[in-house]
Every structure is written in structure tokens, then in C-alpha cells.
């Protein structure tokens, strides 16, 4: 198969564009040299310079494409390519995990697409295509999903491509996101105004002390930041959410998403590690919440895009629970939190933090010679009290039949679902002042993309002789639940069904029942 024969033009406009820019400051800074050289014919001479670095441009793009071929075969997906010098490239179709079509303005118009293949393990894209038509993006993602189900042949794509509408992002909740969303990725806009505004403030405020002008600088930089973070925030949410939505098919999800920059991709059932409901004062006060899933190693649809990896970027609890449940089923929370006591040792962590910061600017204060209340974030010190315990509630963990689920943080809570079947590494962690407190932290790892930044489900700060209990109990059902799989394959083998066949729902009652035997004092130990 060849690329889109329009992919010629529009790889030409993208490298020229970024030439244009430097082109023209050849010229005109050469042009002089140029007219000693060779005389009235020096504008003529870089015409023609010009003129061909544009041939060879079209020429290698010309190449490019004819070289360029692509095969999608029983089990492996083949790509020859290369100008200069040829490379084959066979990727099979067990490792590809996700295929991601993204289309911005320009190339909607051009009816082209590119396409991403992702695969498990990898946080780098394994395979790209520049550029497709849309129609032919949209059957290599189709027929992909189709072979590494088993199906071969030339199937009926009502069949193979029936989708069921899962979720819609409306006006409203597009807006809410706005609104809600800030964006503090602006350390340029922030060192320039930084740098600045101290200045700007003393040449207009000359009569006041430096120490006012700081205190005065600094409080509109503060204002500054957030309104500036908020705007972004709410462009670039906008941005990337507009007309969202979530379908189901037999084995996968699928979003498409963006204004600017369109995205269509897929979330394999078979690949999610860890569903994760997000939120934070503002949301729980009006019933919100978002749905993040998480897959092996890669976030949906992430290619460094802010805030991409979300399934459900916002909706009502109860809807995204409802969600979460039909994706993967699970019971109702039934939090067990941390001792009382560690509400203690968070109080003390908050006293210390203010004692740093009071500190700090009490030395300010005395270099500087003034005789300014450096006392006043002391005002906070009643609510630590209120905060210890915000923080201690919002922590805890719960086990059901078939998963673990951990809650922590009350400005950004995060409850996380976890199949047993998907638990790598179970971590019993104690620092030297857990141990002083008789605590310990039990972390449970998965193969998903937050693992490697250190984001797993863990149950934080619970008692030291709960967390042995819970790790034994973890580690057995981690067990019994790999067992149930391997059985449930090997009964899929005999009636000739793959293992990739079974829906979420099928998986659920068979994992139930293998893990209906398990102990009583197991479940005593693991639940209390």
C-alpha cells in the first residue's frame, strides 16, 4: 500500500515553511555579496538558489513517496521506506497496542491522516505513518483490532465496527472544563515577569520603601501567574476537548477529540492497568469528577498533549462511576483510612513547613532592615489542625473480589481501581519516621504509563501490622487471579476462541467465581 498521493504537497508546504523563515534571511543578508560577485545578476543568482533547494525539496518528497510502502499481513504489520537508504521494518500485531489518528485543519481539509502505532511497554510512538487519506487510517485501525482478534478475510464492517456510544461531552460540561481547568506551564511568561516587574514597580512607586515594593511585586505576580495559568488553561482545555467522545465496541474504547488538532484512538480492554477517578474541591462541591484510564506503559492518545490521557474528561460522579463500572466492574467504596494517631504526625509536618517559611522571612525582613509583620502566614496556624485531618480522611483503601482501590490527596484526589490480575509489584515501604509511628506504606505496581513516575495505587500510612496482613492478602489474590486466567485461556483454546475474545464482562464472572473460594481469615485479614 502507498501513502496519499496529497501527503506529496503537504510534506513540501510543512519543510518549506520552517525553510521560509531562514531563506529569507539568507537572502537578505546576502544579497549584498551576492550583487558583488556576479553584479546586476546577484538578485537573479539567489532566485535561483532559492529555486532549487525548492526542487530538491519536491524532488525528495517525490522519492519519498514512491519508496514508501506499507503491508498489513496475518500477524505482523510491514513498512519499507528510505530515500537514500532502505529499511524494513516488521512490528507484529500481538505488540501493537493502540492505533492514533490525528488529523489537524489543514489536513481535514486535504481529507489525510497520520497515523501512530503504539505498543505495549513503549512511551515513544513505534511506527508512523505521514500521512494516509482518513478512510484508509480508519481501516488500518479497524482491520488492525480485526486480525489480532483471530479474524481473517474480508469481514462485514457493520459487524467488525459496531460501536456503542458510551459518552458525549456537552456544551455545558465543554465549559465547566474551561473553567475549571489551570495551566501553570509558563515558566517564560513567569521569569519575564519576574524579572521585570520589580523594576516597573519601583519607577512608579518611588517614594516607597524596597521592601514595600517587593511585598507589592510580589502579590501581583502571585495575581498575575494565576489569571494568565487560568486563560491558558481554559484554551487549551477547550482545545482539546471539543466534541468528545467515548464509544464502545467488543474489545476496546474509542475517543476522538480536539478542535485544532483532531484525535481518534483506541483503548484496548484487554491493556487497562488501572482505572482512576480524579477531583478536587471544587469538582466534589458541584458533583464532578474525571475518569483517567491507564494502559500498559502508554497513556491513550498521550504524544505529549496535555491532559490527553483522560477517558472522561469531565461528568457527573455518578455517571463517571457508572462508566468506570461498565469498562470494568467493581462494588461500592467502603474506605478503610489510616489510624487516628497520624493525624498527629501530619499536624507536625504542617508546623515544620510554616516554621521554614517563617523563618525565611524573618531573615528577609532583618537583611533588609525592615520592620514588617513577617509573622502574618502564622494566621494559618488553626486551620493546620483542619487541614491534618482533610488530609487523613481523604486517604484510605478497600478490596473487593477482584480489585484494591486506594484514595489519597484532598486538593488533587485521586481513587484508583486496580485488578488483581494487573498487580506487578507489591511494596511494603517504612521511612525512618513511619517507623516511629508504627506506620507503613503499601504500594501496588502495574504496568501503566503513571508507574514510571513514581503515581502508583498505595495505601499510605496504615497501620504497621495491617499493611503485613494486606500485602500477604494482596499477593494471595494476585495468585488465585492469574490462575482464573490461565484456566479461562486454556477453555477459550478448547472451544477456539482467543483470549482477547472474552469481553470485560465475561472476564469478571469467571475471575468471581475461581475467587469464590478463596479463605474466610483472608478476607477477615484483608477487610476488617
Known amino acids: 500500500m502507498k501513502l496519499s498521493p496529497l501527503s506529496i504537497p503537504y510534506r513540501v508546504a510543512q519543510k518549506a515553511g520552517s525553510l521560509l523563515f531562514s531563506l529569507v534571511i539568507l537572502l537578505l543578508t546576502g544579497a549584498t555579496g551576492l550583487q558583488q560577485v556576479f553584479g546586476a ?5 539567489a532566485l535561483g538558489l532559492l529555486s532549487a533547494v525548492v526542487f530538491a525539496l519536491v524532488g525528495y518528497e517525490v522519492a519519498y513517496y514512491r519508496r514508501y510502502e506499507y503491508e498489513l499481513t496475518v500477524d505482523t504489520f510491514d513498512i519499507r521506506s528510505g530515500v537514500f537508504s532502505r529499511r524494513t521494518r516488521e512490528i507484529p500485531l500481538a505488540r501493537i497496542q493502540n492505533v492514533d489518528i490525528r488529523r489537524n485543519v489543514f489536513q481535514r481539509f486535504l481529507d489525510i491522516a497520520a497515523v501512530d502505532f503504539e505498543t505495549a511497554g513503549g512511551s515513544e510512538t513505534e511506527a508512523a505513518i505521514r ?3 482518513f478512510a484508509e487510517a480508519k481501516r488500518l485501525q479497524r482491520d488492525i483490532g480485526r486480525r489480532k482478534r483471530g479474524e481473517t478475510g474480508d469481514a462485514d464492517e457493520s459487524l467488525t465496527d459496531e460501536t456503542d456510544l458510551l459518552f458525549a461531552l456537552s456544551d455545558r460540561e465543554l465549559a465547566l472544563i474551561g473553567l475549571l481547568s489551570f495551566d501553570l506551564r509558563v515558566p517564560g511568561i513567569v521569569a519575564f515577569v519576574a524579572s521585570s516587574s520589580v523594576p516597573i514597580l ?14 507589592v511585586g510580589g502579590l501581583l505576580l502571585a495575581l498575575g501567574i494565576l489569571l494568565f495559568s487560568w486563560v491558558v488553561g481554559v484554551v487549551v482545555a477547550v482545545l482539546n476537548y471539543y466534541g468528545f467522545r467515548l464509544s464502545r465496541t467488543s474489545d476496546e474504547l474509542r475517543y476522538e477529540r480536539g478542535l485544532v488538532q483532531r484525535y481518534d484512538g483506541s483503548i484496548p480492554f484487554d491493556k487497562v492497568q488501572t482505572l482512576t477517578v480524579e477531583d478536587n474541591p471544587l469538582k466534589r462541591r458541584f458533583g464532578y469528577a474525571t475518569l483517567v484510564i491507564e494502559t500498559a ?17 469531565l461528568a457527573r460522579v455518578d ?22 494517631r497520624i493525624r498527629r504526625r501530619y499536624v507536625g509536618r504542617y508546623l515544620i ?9 524573618y531573615g528577609v525582613n532583618s537583611a533588609l532592615g525592615g520592620n514588617y509583620p513577617w509573622y502574618a502566614p502564622a494566621v494559618v496556624l488553626p486551620l493546620i489542625p483542619v487541614a491534618a485531618h482533610y488530609k487523613w480522611k481523604h486517604r484510605g483503601y478497600w478490596l473487593d473480589d477482584r480489585h484494591v482501590v486506594t484514595r489519597n490527596g484532598f486538593w488533587n484526589r485521586q481513587t484508583r481501581v486496580v485488578p488483581y490480575h494487573r498487580v506487578q509489584t507489591i511494596l511494603d515501604t517504612r521511612t525512618v519516621f513511619q517507623r516511629r509511628w508504627r506506620v507503613a506504606t503499601v504500594t501496588v505496581d502495574t504496568a501503566g504509563s503513571r508507574s514510571l513516575a513514581a503515581r502508583d495505587a498505595a495505601a499510605v500510612d496504615i497501620d504497621r501490622e495491617e499493611a503485613t496482613r494486606l500485602r500477604s492478602t494482596l499477593e494471595n489474590r494476585l495468585q488465585e487471579a492469574l490462575a482464573a486466567r490461565r484456566r479461562r485461556a ?4 478448547s472451544v477456539g476462541v482467543g483470549p482477547d475474545d472474552v469481553g470485560p464482562s465475561d ?19 484483608g477487610e476488617s
Open 202 to 215: 519601583s519607577s512608579l512607586l518611588p517614594s516607597l520603601p524596597e521592601l514595600t515594593v517587593l511585598a
Open 319 to 340: 455517571r463517571v462511576l457508572a462508566l468506570a463500572r461498565d469498562i470494568d466492574e467493581f462494588g461500592e467504596f467502603d474506605f478503610r483510612r489510616p489510624p487516628k
Open 353 to 361: 513547613a510554616l516554621g521554614i517559611v517563617l523563618a525565611v522571612l
Open 131 to 133: 500521512y494516509v487519506s
Open 297 to 313: 506503559g502508554y497513556a491513550p492518545g498521550q504524544g505529549g498533549s496535555y491532559g490527553s490521557e483522560a477517558a472522561v474528561p
Open 507 to 525: 472476564g469478571n464472572a469467571s475471575d468471581r467465581s475461581a475467587e469464590a473460594g478463596r479463605s474466610e481469615e483472608a478476607d477477615a485479614s
Open 41 to 45: 545578476g546577484g538578485l537573479l543568482v
Open 490 to 493: 486454556r477453555e477459550n483454546e
